[in-house]
């Protein structure tokens, strides 16, 4: 194995945490930020249908 090819495995496993803990930050930030937007989007629209629904139908 080359010094190079040692240094590149070396700095590979100093860096490895940081990225699982970037990961866990990135689940983390889409259960907190896009999950409940997503659930507005979902009962928004939902009312909105509804609405048009009834306005159709019952006329």
């Known amino acids: 194995m080359s010094v ?22 990135a689940i983390v930030l889409f259960t907190v930020a896009v999950v409940p937007l997503a659930a507005a989007l979902y009962v928004v629209t939902s009312t909105a249908w509804s609405a048009v629904e009834r306005a159709v139908l019952y006329r």
């Not at 090819?5 to 940081?18: F, N």
């Open 4 to 25: 190079f090819a040692g240094l590149v495995e070396r700095l590979a496993d100093l860096l490895q945490p940081l990225f699982h803990a970037s990961a866990a930050a």
